[in-house]
């Protein structure tokens, strides 16, 4: 079945550091979203990639989306400690028919930032 | 505009004993509906997701069942609780393939 792996699963920057997490598919997807959780909240959807090679700004935030459309990566430039929380990615493959699809979540990269 | 609620929003309950969480979409008709396990606060695992009344389709064969009642109402459910459900069960939606919006979540103790 699909997989998306995700690293690393943790990461600790100083504030105004950089950082970066990295989204692997196993198979070719439809799309690709970002979500991101704060501690103790829920998973909020951050940004979805759909075009091969597709590059996405929200101010910090970059993502991407590799051109096979098997991989993705979001990065963050110069943290801040509003940036805690863990990303995670989730891959959209469809199978077939209307509504057949499935949406396979990474487990999360957990970003602590230093202030 | 859309919102989701689930309650509990925490429960502690002893092993053996029965479980229900419930989770009710408004502002939408018809979406998709979703039952997600939080382990350890790390990975998504999900549970069960739902196109339709009635409709549930299974990941994860456990001691958990969930039901459609209605076309905005997702039921999670247990008749006999284990030590290893203890976690944070969140619920989602989604209109077809779209985007998934999460509710705030129930943190269950299993004691």
């Known amino acids: 079945g699909q997989q998306v792996m995700q690293i690393p699963q943790y990461q600790h920057v100083q504030e105004g550091e950089d950082f970066t997490t990295y989204c692997n598919s196993s198979t070719t997807l439809s799309n690709i979203q970002w979500y991101k959780q704060r501690p103790g909240g829920h998973p909020v959807f951050l940004i979805q990639?759909?075009?091969?090679?597709e590059v996405k700004k929200q101010k910090r935030l970059t993502f991407q989306f590799g051109e096979a459309k098997k991989n993705s990566s979001l990065h963050i430039t110069a943290t801040q400690t509003t940036d805690v929380g863990t990303y995670f990615c989730a891959g959209y493959q469809e199978l077939g028919g209307g509504s057949n699809y499935k949406l396979t979540f990474g487990k999360g990269t957990l970003l602590t930032v230093n202030p | 505009s859309q919102t989701i609620h689930q309650w509990p929003a925490t429960l502690v309950q002893p092993v053996g004993s029965p479980l229900s969480l419930e989770c009710t979409v408004e502002?939408?008709?018809?979406?998709?509906l979703y039952w997600y396990r939080q382990a350890a606060g790390r990975g998504l695992q999900l549970l069960f997701y739902?196109?339709?009344?009635?409709?549930i389709s299974s990941e994860v064969p456990q001691n958990l069942s969930a039901s459609r009642p209605q076309d905005r109402q997702f039921i999670l459910s247990s008749k006999k609780l284990l030590l290893s459900d203890s976690g944070f069960y969140l619920c989602?939606?989604?209109?077809?393939?779209?985007?998934?919006?999460f509710g705030p979540g129930t943190r269950l103790t299993v004691l």
């Open positions: 739902s196109v339709g009344i009635g409709q």
């Open positions: 502002g939408t008709s018809n979406p998709n």
């Open positions: 990639l759909v075009k091969s090679g």
């Open positions: 989602a939606w989604s209109a077809g393939s779209d985007t998934q919006y």
